[in-house]
């Protein structure tokens, strides 16, 4: 796709690991495809081990992919000469689930925020602690918090702190890992507002990773659904949220229990345990858990082929050839 | 509540729980007046340090020393007080008559015995059990869905997974057939889909087993799908109690609602979420009057000093001005 900030070309990431003495592969990611266009939101769904994490360290530049490309505005990342590697460093800003661990106790504020800032040449000191006052103004802190240390606040105030820093050095790129999960329910909607202003006022754009389908409609406009390190299902989040495509798609929507005591029950509710990724299973990763497999899911693995919605999703159920 | 016609199992009377024995130490929780009848569910929510977790805890009196000191009010339970009992009839309760299972399964289950020896050690206390403690264990495997539990028993804790785990804490909580069950934030740890399994197999469980459950959660969506009665805490004290159809349609405490509003759903997405203002007040700050009212759209003049009373009937509210008004679905 053309335009794309943030893209993944067949992106995979393939861990060694010894088990009991012997050598194993682990893929963490396959063959993942993505691209995220500059002021919009990409949410990435799955549950643990289906590799979001690793996805989100090769997109921050902060893990080598094994294969395939990571492209900054087109260019492949492998390539970035140590100056353009600073410029994306600016430009791609991580918030990670925990501020309790991702906020250094013994700094200021203050200097936790202007921390990114200084790689930036020709700023001044002036120009930084008017930076770091606005930023903390754009999430409802006040800019006098800059000289309180992290433990004077609370966690939902932490987790605003985090979001200041991120945007302190006007990035292009939010990395939003669960930003919401550790947070109180209060809190959630007030960390959500803050992130979808934020985005309107910056035109910045967003990957947001996380298990929870009903926060991903809020964020998203675009959705990936991951299992066992591969893209199982793509569509709007519309579309993903209401009607989805792909057997696990369908199953995470029936494990977002609405806060509806008179919801209808699902229709293919979710059976069994995720695969070791270590041992994955043949042919389609999801027919060990899949009400719906038949022959052909546990022998060959199902290419991607377009949904009602305009999005594409992994199953061989929507082979066209399968009709006959 | 005049519309049961059986004694309640347990019943909190003015319970409360204080930082130890000086009466003008902050209180964790107070006022605390709560029925459980047999067989229901009843859904205990609230945010982080409201109290939730304190008020299961001084049910089966497994508080700190500190806070165990604080402890007032009476828990009646089959007609004799919970919090006079000795330390045997404590212990023959526990893990009997009232079970627990908590939010961590690793911090139930002890890492270096197998499964089958955590199993067989709550088995052998059960007189009631026939056939052999293995066949008993067996079965107890069996009735939380695991695959192979003849294999399984031999296993410890970390060759298991997560969800594994928590149903093997499931099996040992059960295995004594217990009247009540307290599940504090069971499902918080798991992923979705193994959310969603242990919580259909706890509703089976319930249903067969006959037993009442008390269960503690941040999350609308579990208490929609688990429970019959709802109980909001918040900064330590019971706000707003009722059937969860009531809880969920006409909310009467504006934090009930303003909480309910501020969860965002799949079926829709809103420009910005509705939100509360501020966070929940610590312990040792906790303001006048109503404690909801610094972060109330309605605050009057009387919330800021006067502390509202939680008021009688199956739908209860701890609010001078209620709502009366029903929420719409969406």
């Keep these: ?324 | 509540m005049a519309e049961h016609l059986t004694p309640p199992l347990l019943e909190m009377r003015n319970v409360g729980v204080r930082l130890g024995r000086d009466a003008n130490s902050p209180a964790l929780i107070e006022n605390i007046d709560l029925s459980i009848w047999p067989g229901e569910t009843v859904g205990l929510v609230g945010e982080s340090g409201s109290g939730k977790t304190t008020l299961g805890m001084a049910l089966v009196r497994l508080l700190p020393k500190l806070l165990e000191t604080g402890l007032s009010g009476e828990v009646i339970y089959e007609g004799r007080d919970v919090l006079k009992m000795g330390k045997a009839e404590l212990t023959r309760i526990r893990g009997g008559e009232i079970s627990m299972i908590l939010q961590d399964p690793m911090a139930s289950l002890n890492p270096i015995f197998t499964i089958g020896n955590q199993l067989r050690e709550g088995l052998r206390l059960n007189a009631t059990g026939t056939g052999s403690l293995e066949e008993r264990a067996i079965a107890a495997l069996e009735s939380v869905r695991i695959p192979s539990p003849k294999a399984r028993l031999d296993n410890h804790p970390h060759q298991m997974s997560g969800g594994m785990r928590q149903r093997v804490v499931g099996a040992i909580a059960l295995t004594r057939a217990p009247r009540l069950l307290i599940a504090d934030e069971p499902t918080t740890s798991l992923d979705v889909t193994i959310q969603y399994q242990f919580l259909d197999l706890l509703k089976d469980l319930q249903k067969r087993a006959g037993m009442a459950m008390l269960f503690i959660t941040h999350d609308f969506g579990v208490v929609a799908r688990m429970c019959d009665r709802v109980v909001v805490m918040y900064a330590g004290q019971i706000v707003e109690q009722g059937p969860v159809r009531d809880i969920f349609r006409r909310p009467r405490h504006w934090y009930t609602r303003a909480l309910l509003d501020s969860v965002p759903t799949v079926d829709y997405a809103p420009a910005r979420l509705p939100t509360i203002a501020g966070s929940p007040p610590t312990v040792a700050d906790r303001p006048a009057g109503c404690r909801f009212h610094p972060r109330c759209p309605n605050a009057q003049a009387k919330c800021r000093v006067q502390m509202p009373v939680l008021d009688q009937g199956s739908h209860a509210v701890r609010c001078w001005y209620p709502l009366d008004r029903e929420r719409s679905a969406a």
């Design chain 1, 1 to 324: 796709m053309t335009g794309a900030i943030l893209s993944a070309r067949n992106l995979g990431r393939v861990f060694s690991v010894r088990q009991r003495g012997r050598k194993q592969d682990l893929h963490a990611v396959s063959d993942l495809d993505m691209d995220l266009m500059p002021g919009k939101t990409l949410g990435v769904v799955g549950e643990s081990g289906c590799g979001k994490t690793t996805l989100n360290r090769m997109l921050l530049l902060l893990d080598t992919p094994t294969t395939g490309a990571v492209l900054f505005n087109g260019a492949d990342c492998a390539d970035l000469t140590p100056e353009a590697r600073q410029e994306f460093r600016r430009a791609v800003q991580p918030v990670f689930q925990n501020p309790f661990s991702s906020l250094d106790p013994r700094m200021r504020v203050g200097q936790i925020i202007a921390e990114p800032l200084s790689t930036i040449p020709g700023m001044t000191r002036q120009a930084i602690a008017l930076r770091v006052g606005e930023v903390l103004e754009a999430v409802g802190l006040k800019a006098t918090d800059a000289r309180r240390f992290p433990n004077e606040f609370s966690g939902g105030q932490r987790q605003r702190i985090a979001i200041a820093r991120a945007i302190a050095s006007k990035p292009k790129v939010l990395m939003l890992d669960e930003p919401v999960s550790s947070q109180d329910i209060s809190i959630r909607a007030q960390i959500l507002n803050i992130l979808k202003d934020l985005q309107d006022e910056y035109g910045l754009g967003c990957i947001f990773i996380s298990h929870d389908l009903a926060t991903v409609r809020f964020m998203a406009d675009d959705v990936i659904v991951m299992y066992l390190g591969r893209v199982v299902e793509r569509g709007t989040a519309r579309a993903i949220c209401t009607s989805p495509s792909h057997p696990y798609t369908k199953a995470l929507l029936a494990a977002a229990l609405p806060p509806d005591p008179d919801a209808p029950q699902a229709e293919l509710p979710p059976q069994g345990e995720i695969p070791s990724p270590l041992d994955p299973p043949p042919g389609c990763p999801y027919h060990t858990r899949c009400p719906l497999r038949f022959d052909r899911c546990d022998k060959e693995r199902p290419a991607m082929h377009p949904t009602p919605h305009g999005g594409a999703a992994a199953c061989h159920l929507l082979d066209p050839e399968n009709r006959a």
